[in-house]
Every structure is written in structure tokens, then in C-alpha cells.
């Protein structure tokens, strides 16, 4: 995984298989984001087996079935679809692609994994609301800074055990490194990406969500910005929201594409969790001027101050839960609603944010 390039971040983690090999057949499908290889690889060290991977660019489904024994590249995308013994297809599409690909996959009576964001538009939210409820499949989403993250699946753990007492607060940094010249031309198209709060902003509000305890969320202010990318009008390299949750939690996210040359790593994500008996900060990527690795945890109760370094001890569970979810019908992993009101409140956040000119 290369440290300085949040594109190509792909985790991986050791074999904790759910079922047994052949119980759980999935196809990759649309990879134009380098996450792709991240949801593989959760699905594979789960159990799954990818059985087809497809792009219409020959090159991108070679690179990617290089890596996973067994996988063969599929002609077409309707061959995939046609497959019966596929029982979902993960993608990484262009953004604004995903919503049209998993109502094709839901309409072919199979489960979808899509990287995030998982739609562009409130319209395509309502077309795929009303599609994943007829089919009755999961139209599942890899909101990977939470769950392919240890210290934030840790996170979850310490707050779901009280031990800061309930969360009043949550605070989310994603700064990301740009590397534009690697960065294809849809990167830099407005309508293809869907702007900074819904592209990685997704990232922050569904942890806002998640960590305050509630799905009902209302966006109370929101800006975004093209400070330093005037070559590229269509970009935009800042962005900030606030929440406030139905529970009474509030919620404030910053993202940006402003991460410095120097740091050891594609972006210093951060995450503060302020409890009524305690307080949680996540340094996940690197621990600035200290140590280069990440899944850090720093606690801090009634009973003093914890550093808890949690890199190789807690894995990565949303992906069994996952495949378990599709083959017994359950939402462990995480629910479908859950899932699109995270979306939709980075779509709707996205709709309200100013312009800030400067």
C-alpha cells in the first residue's frame, strides 16, 4: 500500500474466512479507483471468492486479477451479470457511474459493494432507495476510513462499551494528498466526482453518524472552496460541514486536498470524540513528528491517559459481517439505512454548501 497515495490505499489484513471457499462468489466490475483493491481484498481474507473482474479498459482488469488467484477477466459486464453463481459484484466506477451500475447489479437479483461515494445526486439516492427495497439485496458502501481503518473500528468498540460515557461530539479531519498528475481527467470534472463533501466528505459524515449513535442528521452550515487549483475550475480543495444529529450529538468535518510533501503519508486523518466522561482522538494514518505508523488511539477517562496502539491487533470485521449479511439476510455489517443517510447527508451538505471565493 503505498503511504503516499490515498488513491491506491488497499489494506490488507490476514485470512479470517466466514464460510466455506465456493460459498461466497463475487465479481469486480468499474476500476477506475485504486479502492478497488482494498474491497478485494477485505471480501478475499473473508472468504469470498472473486471470480470475474471486468473493465472496459483490458489493462485495468489484468492489473487487478494479476493479484487474486483464480479471478479471470470477463468479456463483457452483461457476462458478469448473467453469471448465477456470482452473489455480488464490488465497484470503484467513476462516481457518478455507481448508481447506474448497481441498479443494473440489483436488477440481476444480486447484492452491490460500491466504493463511496455510492451516488452522485439526490435523484439517483431516490432510484437506488426504491430498487434495493424491490430486489431486497444490499447496496452495500466502503466507507473505508472507518471500516478498513483499525483505530476507528477500535473507536467504535470503546464508545459501544461506554467508556466516555455518551458521545456529545464528533470532529473529522480528511486532508488528502492531490498528486494531480496521476489523477484522471474525471478527478477533475465537477458532475463525474460530485463534489468535495460528497466524494471524501462521505468518508467524515457517515463517522459522524456512526460514532454519535443515530442515522437522523441535519446539515447546518457547509462551505467549500477552490483555493489553490484555479487550472482546474471543476475542482474543489476544501471543504467544511456541520451537523447536528436527532439524539443531539453535533458534528463538524474538514476535508481538503492540502496534505504538505513532507508528510510521510497521503494524509494526517484525524478523528475527536468527546464523551460526557471522556474523550477518543484518532491519529490513523501517522502520528506527526513521532512515528510514522498510524491506528493510533489516545483515550483519556476518569482513570488517566491512554495511548493504545492498535495496528495488527483488531482487523478488519465489517467484511465477514458483510458476506454473512448476504448470504443469511442479516445487517450486521452495517444497515442498509444506515448506509444511505450517511449519503444522504453528504449529498444534501453538498447542495447547501457556499461558495467561498478566494
Given at each position: 500500500m503505498p503511504a503516499q497515495d490515498g488513491m491506491n490505499y488497499a489494506p490488507s489484513g490476514p485470512p479470517k474466512p466466514v464460510c466455506s471457499p465456493g460459498d461466497f462468489v463475487f465479481?469486480?466490475?468499474?476500476?477506475?479507483?485504486g479502492h478497488i483493491a482494498g474491497m478485494c481484498n477485505g471480501l478475499t481474507e473473508a472468504g469470498g471468492q472473486l471470480r470475474?473482474?471486468?473493465?472496459p479498459d483490458p489493462a485495468k482488469a489484468a492489473e487487478l486479477g494479476r493479484r487474486?488467484?483464480?479471478?479471470q477477466a470477463a468479456p463483457s459486464e452483461e457476462a458478469v451479470l448473467a453469471d448465477e453463481r456470482v452473489q455480488l459484484v464490488a465497484s470503484a466506477a467513476v462516481p457518478a457511474h455507481r448508481a447506474g451500475l448497481g441498479l443494473r447489479v440489483l436488477e440481476h437479483g444480486k447484492h452491490y459493494f460500491t466504493d463511496k461515494p455510492p451516488m452522485t445526486t439526490l435523484g439517483q439516492l431516490a432510484e437506488v432507495r426504491a430498487k434495493a427495497a424491490e430486489a431486497g439485496r444490499k447496496y452495500a458502501v466502503y466507507y473505508s476510513e472507518r471500516l478498513h481503518v483499525e483505530s476507528a473500528v477500535f473507536a467504535g468498540q470503546l464508545v459501544a462499551d461506554g467508556a466516555i460515557g455518551r458521545v456529545v461530539h464528533?470532529?473529522?479531519?480528511?486532508?488528502?494528498?492531490?498528486?494531480?498528475?496521476?489523477?484522471?481527467?474525471?478527478?477533475?470534472?465537477?458532475?463525474?466526482?460530485?463534489g468535495i463533501l460528497c466524494d471524501i466528505g462521505s468518508h467524515q459524515l457517515e463517522q459522524v453518524l456512526y460514532y454519535g449513535g443515530c442515522d437522523d442528521g441535519t446539515v447546518t452550515s457547509a462551505r467549500v472552496a477552490n483555493y489553490a487549483h484555479k487550472e482546474h475550475p471543476g475542482i474543489e480543495d476544501f471543504g467544511d460541514a456541520t451537523v447536528v444529529l436527532g439524539n443531539g450529538v453535533t458534528g463538524y468535518c474538514r476535508v481538503d486536498w492540502f496534505t504538505p510533501d513532507g508528510l510521510g503519508t497521503w494524509g494526517d486523518g484525524r478523528t475527536f470524540i468527546v464523551g460526557t466522561e471522556g474523550t477518543i482522538e484518532l491519529r490513523k494514518y501517522i502520528d506527526v513528528g513521532r512515528e510514522r505508523t498510524g491506528n493510533h488511539v489516545y483515550l483519556v477517562d476518569s482513570g488517566g491517559e491512554h495511548h493504545i496502539p492498535v495496528s495488527g491487533k483488531v482487523g478488519y470485521p465489517f467484511f465477514g459481517e458483510l458476506?454473512?449479511?448476504?448470504?443469511?439476510?442479516?445487517?450486521r455489517a452495517m444497515t442498509q439505512e444506515h448506509a444511505f443517510r450517511a449519503a444522504e447527508l453528504c449529498l444534501q451538505a453538498q447542495q447547501q454548501a457556499v461558495r467561498v471565493e478566494g
Open positions: 465479481a469486480a466490475v468499474g476500476l477506475d479507483h470475474w473482474v471486468y473493465d487474486y488467484p483464480g479471478a464528533v470532529l473529522i479531519t480528511g486532508p488528502h494528498r492531490m498528486n494531480a498528475p496521476s489523477r484522471p481527467a474525471w478527478f477533475f470534472d465537477r458532475e463525474a466526482y460530485g458476506i454473512l449479511d448476504c448470504l443469511e439476510g442479516t445487517e
